[in-house]
C-alpha cells in the first residue's frame, strides 16, 4: 500500500467523524468528500515505484606492467697525488726571485763560524764561492753585494728557474773534494727520485706509480666493450656503501685495501635503453639504469680482474683528461663534475 492512499484514508475517516470543536455546512461536507475520494483513488490507481539498482562491472586485475629503473651501484675509487704538482713557469721565477731578494736583505755571509780556517770544508768553500758568487747554493751566479746586485730578476722560463737545475747545483755543492796526500775524495751524495716514473716512461696505463702528481681514477672494461666504473646491482635492501664494498671485492679483488668516503653519493648517471625490458617473474618494464657512485680511496694494493664475478675484461688507472678519451660522450657529461681537476 502506498503512502498516499494511507493518508488519503485517513483525511476521509477524520471528515466522517463528528467534530465537537466547529460546525460545517451539508455541501461543504459533500464537496470534501469528494475531493478526497479522488485523491484516494489515484493513489490507490498509481502502481509501485520500481527500485532503481546500479550494477556495477566486474573488478578485473590489471595486467600491465610496472615500468621502473634499474638501481645501481658505482664506486669512484681514486689514487690521490703522492706528489706535489708542477710549478707554472711563472710561479718558478718568481720564487727564484724572492730567493735572490731574501739574500741581498740578509747579513753578509760569516765563513769562519762555519768553516775552521785551512780545512778541507774551507778549501772547498772558496773554491765554490768563487763560481756561484753567492753563500745560497740554487740561486745560480749571482752577487747581492755587487754592482749588478739589483738585477735579481728572471725572464720567465730562463734555466736556473727549473727545479731540476736547482737540484742538479744541490747535488753538486753537495760533493765535497779535498787535496790531501792523496787523491783528490768526493763524498757520494744520494741522489732524490725523479719525478718521472718508469711507468709514465713505459706506458703502463695498470701501474699506480704513473702521474705521481695527478688523481688517477679505476676505470675497468665490461663484457660488451664498453670503459666506466666499477658499478653492479644492488641485492635486496642493500645499502649504496655496502653494495660499493661488495662490488670492489667483486670487481678488483680482496688484493686492495679500500676506504669508502661517506654515505652518500657523490653523482649518478642515468641511462635509458633503446627498447624497454620486461622481467615476466615481477611484472616490471625496466626502462632503463640510474648509477648511483660512490667516492673511494686506495690506500695500498692493486687491483686483480682474475676470477671477478661482473664479467670484466681489462682495468686502467687514468687522470682525467684520459678518462674522457676513453668512455662514452654521455657518461662523461655525468661523471665529469665529480673528478677532481689535479
Given at each position: 500500500?502506498s503512502?498516499?492512499?494511507?493518508?488519503?484514508?485517513?483525511?476521509v475517516?477524520?471528515?466522517?467523524?463528528?467534530?465537537?470543536?466547529?460546525?460545517?455546512?451539508g455541501?461543504?461536507?459533500?464537496?470534501?468528500?469528494?475531493?478526497?475520494a479522488?485523491a484516494?483513488?489515484?493513489?490507490?490507481?498509481s502502481?509501485?515505484?520500481?527500485p532503481?539498482?546500479?550494477?556495477?562491472?566486474?573488478v578485473?586485475?590489471?595486467t600491465?606492467?610496472?615500468?621502473?629503473?634499474?638501481?645501481?651501484?658505482?664506486?669512484?675509487?681514486?689514487?690521490?697525488?703522492?706528489?706535489?704538482?708542477?710549478?707554472?713557469?711563472?710561479?718558478?721565477?718568481?720564487?727564484?726571485?724572492q730567493?735572490?731578494?731574501?739574500?741581498?736583505?740578509?747579513?753578509?755571509?760569516?765563513?769562519?763560524?762555519?768553516?775552521?780556517?785551512d780545512?778541507?770544508?774551507?778549501?772547498?768553500?772558496?773554491?765554490?764561492?768563487?763560481?756561484?758568487?753567492?753563500?745560497?747554493?740554487?740561486i745560480?751566479?749571482?752577487?747581492?753585494?755587487?754592482?749588478?746586485?739589483?738585477?735579481?730578476?728572471?725572464?720567465?722560463?730562463?734555466?736556473?728557474?727549473e727545479?731540476?737545475?736547482?737540484?742538479?747545483?744541490?747535488?753538486?755543492?753537495a760533493?765535497?773534494e779535498?787535496?790531501?796526500?792523496g787523491p783528490?775524495?768526493?763524498?757520494?751524495?744520494?741522489?732524490?727520485?725523479?719525478?718521472v716514473?718508469?711507468?709514465?716512461?713505459n706506458?703502463?696505463?695498470?701501474?699506480?706509480?704513473?702521474?705521481?702528481?695527478?688523481t688517477?681514477?679505476?676505470?675497468?672494461?665490461?663484457?660488451e666493450?664498453?670503459?666506466?666504473?666499477?658499478?653492479?646491482?644492488?641485492v635486496?635492501?642493500?645499502?649504496?656503501?655496502?653494495?660499493?664494498?661488495?662490488?670492489?671485492?667483486?670487481?678488483?679483488?680482496?688484493?686492495?685495501?679500500?676506504w669508502?668516503?661517506?654515505?652518500?653519493?657523490?653523482?649518478h648517471?642515468?641511462?635509458?635503453?633503446?627498447q624497454?625490458?620486461?622481467?615476466?617473474?615481477?611484472n616490471?618494464?625496466?626502462?632503463?639504469?640510474?648509477?648511483?657512485?660512490?667516492?673511494a680511496?686506495?690506500?695500498g694494493?692493486?687491483?686483480?680482474?682474475?676470477?671477478?664475478?661482473?664479467?670484466?675484461?681489462?682495468?686502467?688507472?687514468?687522470?682525467?683528461?684520459?678518462?674522457?678519451?676513453?668512455?662514452?660522450?654521455h657518461?662523461?657529461?655525468?661523471?665529469?663534475?665529480m673528478?677532481a681537476?689535479?
Open positions: 500500500m503512502r498516499g492512499y494511507s493518508k488519503g484514508r485517513r483525511l475517516s477524520q471528515l466522517n467523524r463528528p467534530s465537537p470543536d466547529f460546525d460545517i455546512c455541501s461543504c461536507l459533500v464537496t470534501l468528500r469528494r475531493r478526497y479522488t484516494t483513488a489515484t493513489a490507490a490507481s502502481p509501485e515505484p520500481i532503481i539498482t546500479q550494477s556495477n562491472p566486474p578485473t586485475t590489471a600491465a606492467p610496472h615500468q621502473a629503473y634499474q638501481i645501481k651501484a658505482g664506486v669512484v675509487l681514486s689514487r690521490p697525488p703522492i706528489l706535489t704538482r708542477d710549478l707554472h713557469p711563472f710561479e718558478k721565477a718568481f720564487y727564484l726571485y730567493r735572490r731578494l731574501n739574500e741581498r736583505l740578509a747579513l753578509p755571509f760569516t765563513r769562519y763560524f762555519y768553516y775552521q780556517k780545512t778541507p770544508a774551507d778549501i772547498d768553500w772558496k773554491k765554490k764561492i768563487k763560481e756561484r758568487l753567492t753563500p745560497a747554493r740554487d745560480g751566479v749571482y752577487n747581492a753585494y755587487g754592482k749588478e746586485g739589483w738585477n735579481d730578476e728572471l725572464l720567465v722560463g730562463a734555466k736556473e728557474s727545479p731540476e737545475m736547482q737540484v742538479e747545483a744541490l747535488l753538486k755543492d760533493e765535497v779535498a787535496e790531501d796526500e783528490v775524495k768526493k763524498e757520494q751524495v744520494e741522489k732524490p727520485m725523479p719525478r716514473s718508469e711507468a709514465d716512461k706506458g703502463d696505463m695498470r701501474s699506480l706509480n704513473r702521474l705521481m702528481a695527478r688517477l681514477y679505476l676505470v675497468v672494461k665490461g663484457s666493450g664498453g670503459w666506466g666504473f666499477p658499478s653492479g646491482v644492488l635486496g635492501k642493500e645499502s649504496l656503501q655496502r653494495g660499493a664494498e661488495r662490488l670492489l671485492v667483486q670487481a678488483a679483488g680482496v688484493n686492495m685495501n679500500t669508502i668516503v661517506g654515505h652518500a653519493p657523490v653523482g648517471h642515468n641511462l635509458r635503453y633503446p624497454p625490458r620486461i622481467e615476466e617473474e615481477s616490471i618494464e625496466q626502462l632503463g639504469e640510474k648509477t648511483f657512485f660512490m667516492k680511496r686506495i690506500m694494493g692493486q687491483a686483480n680482474l682474475k676470477d671477478n664475478k661482473l664479467g670484466l675484461a681489462d682495468f686502467k688507472w687514468l687522470a682525467k683528461e684520459e678518462l674522457q678519451k676513453e668512455v662514452h660522450p657518461f662523461w657529461n655525468s661523471v665529469k663534475n673528478l681537476e689535479r
